[in-house]
């Protein structure tokens, strides 16, 4: 971390104790993978908007608990709920290393995260991190996915197709077409 960086750290009240701690921070984001999830039980239309295309998009929808018991990697996988904090007032144990990559700004608390955090020192990890941006993690995804949401504005040729790529590699979890824009039963779209 550049030492311009700690000077800011200090003037905004970080004592020069933790100075070593927000270095090493900086230096273990080279060896940290994160994945991130949506963690509202139903859909978001916003998150869609802000990560899929509403024509031809899908959803992922699994549990915290499918999410731990699918990854069949060597990697350890650390799951953390993001906390979303009012960075000016809120502080961060950057002893804490999971707390450190598991927060965000109180703006993004629509997103209700969950992460799985890896951590690592192996150096071919580390470098597989700086190159791709990440690592592939294996899971099963039988066990990982309860079901695939596809786009709400999907033309009528696309849920086939999903369906049928989900048979042809023998997957067992369903597909269904977002209901997010489907009218409610009895709703004429007048208020009464």
Same mark, same amino acid.
């Given at each position: 971390? $550049?030492? !311009?960086? =700690?000077?800011?750290? /200090?003037?905004?009240?970080?004592?020069?104790?933790?100075?070593?701690? @927000?270095?090493?921070?900086?230096? +273990?984001?080279?060896?940290?993978?994160? &994945?991130?999830?949506?963690?509202?039980?139903?859909?978001?239309?916003?998150?869609? !908007?802000?990560?899929?295309?509403?024509?031809?998009? =899908? #959803?992922?929808? &699994?549990?915290? +608990? /499918?999410?731990?018991?699918?990854?069949?990697?060597?990697?350890?996988?650390?799951? #953390?709920?993001?906390?979303?904090?009012?960075?000016?007032?809120?502080? =961060?144990? $950057?002893?804490?290393?999971?707390?450190?990559?598991?927060?965000?700004?109180?703006?993004?608390?629509?997103?209700?995260?969950? +992460?799985?955090?890896?951590?690592?020192?192996?150096?071919?990890?580390?470098?597989?991190? /700086? !190159?791709?941006?990440? =690592?592939?993690?294996?899971?099963?995804?039988? /066990?990982?996915?309860? !079901?695939?949401?596809? #786009?709400? *504005?999907?033309? &009528?040729?696309?849920?086939?197709?999903?369906?049928?790529?989900?048979?042809? @590699?023998?997957?067992?979890?369903?597909?269904? *077409? &977002?209901?997010?824009?489907?009218?409610?039963?009895?709703?004429?779209?007048? #208020? $009464?």
């Amino acid at each position: 971390m $550049p030492d !311009k960086n =700690i000077d800011e750290l /200090k003037q905004q009240g970080y004592d020069t104790e933790n100075r070593l701690i @927000y270095k090493e921070f900086y230096s +273990r984001r080279q060896m940290t993978a994160i &994945s991130c999830w949506h963690g509202n039980k139903g859909e978001s239309d916003g998150m869609r !908007k802000l990560y899929s295309d509403n024509v031809f998009g =899908i #959803a992922v929808q &699994s549990t915290y +608990r /499918k999410l731990k018991e699918s990854d069949t990697s060597p990697l350890d996988v650390t799951f #953390a709920k993001v906390e979303y904090l009012d960075y000016e007032n809120d502080y =961060i144990d $950057p002893s804490k290393s999971d707390r450190m990559y598991a927060s965000k700004k109180q703006s993004y608390s629509h997103e209700q995260e969950i +992460r799985g955090l890896i951590f690592t020192t192996n150096q071919k990890t580390c470098d597989d991190i /700086k !190159k791709n941006g990440g =690592i592939l993690v294996e899971v099963d995804l039988n /066990k990982l996915v309860t !079901k695939i949401i596809v #786009a709400p *504005q999907a033309p &009528s040729w696309y849920l086939p197709t999903i369906v049928e790529l989900i048979g042809k @590699y023998n997957f067992t979890f369903n597909c269904e *077409q &977002s209901k997010l824009y489907k009218i409610p039963f009895g709703f004429n779209g007048f #208020a $009464p």
